[in-house]
């Protein structure tokens, strides 16, 4: 039998085309998203809740080797997490309480002196001394489903991917390893603002954070985790990532809603001495760049000259523009639920206030369908069916249309085409130039954990941006391909390479 001294995160399903990433992320992520907003028992149904045990200790290895013994005697995915020997039984109160959603139990068992004697409110068992029968206690159920072929599951992808989740019992399990690993990323939601359906809560994010963690390990080998915090008060939330910052490499965040988003970002990147990642900010910024280059490059503008109308100017929409403003652009409009975005807007906060001096340069006012006119390029990353074909009919000649909003795009494809787009990109993976984040954050977390580098930099930024763009062979370019395949393995390890040899220790 072998030594195992540690594990590692992997797919349940092979993701080596574009149906099965369409079934384990974006689109099809969304339809378990929403069963669970309606229902929160189907979170036992389709993400792995119902096999995962956080086991937490005072000292790593120790959680860690208790972990490797849950999974080679009981087949239980647990997950060693650690905290502080001076933690308050206050804080470890509210910890456990925010993070149980992801777990079908915890394990104190390692710190029973300390917690032996607390009482949580959380709706699943909390170990907190030895008992007899760990697997009756815990009630895990381990679905691991083998050859699985997503090809012979039926219906439309939506249906499928609830079909595979069902089946398989979401989409990452954990595997033990001989070698030991480095500490896993923990990818972080309050569930405020879910692709495009907005604040469904943190136990309905679970489903994105575990694509998310798939898509990790598929890509670069890196281990991750979901790690959805319950509460909705910033402060909590940076508190509680705080609380756990030794039992991961790095900190992925996702899916938190503007203007908290901000505040936990910077927060947590002034504070912890690992990595912290904003996939909403850092990620979506970066990939749209790229495609934005490369679609210019086509049209042959320059991105100085144009006019770009972004709709939704929260976290996403936010860290575009100030990106684009860092690569040259001069004329960005920003339109949100309360309209356009310019400088003494009585609905702007401190964020927004800050965007509204740096864009929208000559004050433009009125709705979408008055900004639009003339406009080069259009981004949406804000809700389905926002622009219309009229709108796109009074843009500039060669009109590029990047509507991002998942799972329904600002504007379908075929429709902006219709009404004189030149180039049109969804999010999606089932249309041509996905601007998906998987371009970037794999890549980016395994060149930031390579070169030991903790922040991240607009030179950075803008190098990834510039290396994806790179990435598409100027003989290969066209209106239908302007970015690089989501599932291009060569380009996390260049990417990841060149991060670490230009910016290490950084």
Do not use: W
């Amino acid at each position: 039998m072998p030594q195992y001294n540690g594990f590692k995160t992997v797919p349940k399903v092979a993701i080596d085309n574009h149906d099965t990433l369409s079934l384990v992320y974006t689109p099809g992520v969304g339809a378990s998203c929403i069963q669970i907003t309606k229902n929160p028992e189907a979170a036992t149904v389709y993400t792995n809740k119902i096999n995962s045990v956080a086991v937490i200790a005072f000292d790593y290895e120790e959680a860690l080797e208790r972990a490797i013994f849950l999974k080679s005697v009981l087949l239980i995915d647990a997950y060693p997490l650690v905290v502080k020997k001076d933690i308050s039984k206050s804080d470890l109160k509210l910890a456990i309480e925010n993070i149980y959603i992801n777990f079908c139990a915890i394990d104190l068992s390692l710190m029973q002196d300390f917690a032996s004697e607390m009482d949580f409110n959380v709706d699943i068992p909390v170990l907190q001394k030895n008992a007899a029968d760990l697997k009756d206690f815990f009630g895990a159920i381990a679905r691991t489903v083998f050859m699985l072929d997503t090809s012979k599951l039926k219906g439309s992808v939506n249906e499928r991917s609830l079909q595979l989740r069902e089946l398989a019992g979401g989409v990452i399990e954990t595997q033990l390893t001989e070698q030991k690993r480095p500490k896993p990323v923990a990818i972080v939601s309050d569930g405020t603002a879910v692709l495009g359906f907005g604040n469904t809560g943190a136990l309905a994010a679970i489903p994105v954070m575990e694509g998310k963690a798939a898509l990790h390990s598929e890509m670069t080998d890196i281990d991750s985790m979901s790690f959805c915090i319950k509460t909705q008060n910033k402060d909590e939330l940076i508190k509680i990532v705080r609380i756990f910052e030794d039992s991961f490499s790095a900190i992925h965040l996702e899916d938190i809603a503007a203007p908290a988003c901000f505040d936990v970002e910077n927060a947590l990147t002034q504070t912890l001495e690992i990595p912290v990642v904003h996939d909403d900010q850092h990620c979506t910024a970066i990939v749209v760049l790229a495609g934005i280059l490369n679609a210019l490059s086509l049209t042959g503008k320059k991105l100085e000259h144009t006019k770009i109308v972004i709709t939704g100017a929260g976290a996403a929409g936010s860290a575009i523009a100030k990106l684009l403003l860092y690569a040259g652009a001069k004329n960005i409009i920003l339109y949100d639920i309360n309209g356009v975005v310019y400088k003494g807007r009585e609905s702007n906060d401190k964020h927004l206030e800050e965007l509204a001096q740096i864009t929208n340069p000559n004050d433009e006012r009125g709705d979408l369908d008055d900004i639009i006119q003339n406009a080069d390029i259009f981004i949406g990353v804000s809700k389905g069916g926002l622009l219309t074909g009229q709108m796109v009919e009074k843009m500039e000649y060669q009109p590029i249309i990047f509507a991002l909003a998942n799972p329904e795009p600002e504007i379908l494809p075929d429709d902006a085409k219709e009404a004189g787009a030149y180039i049109v990109a969804t999010g999606r993976s089932d249309y041509p130039n996905q601007i998906n984040n998987l371009l970037v954050f794999p890549g980016l977390f395994k060149g930031l954990l390579d070169g030991h580098i903790k922040k991240v930099t607009d030179d950075i930024k803008l190098e990834c941006a510039v290396m994806i763009a790179s990435m598409v062979e100027e003989d290969e370019l066209s209106t239908d391909f302007i970015i690089p395949d989501a599932l291009d393995r060569m380009l996390p390890l260049k990417m990841s390479q060149a991060i670490a040899e230009k910016f290490a220790d950084n």
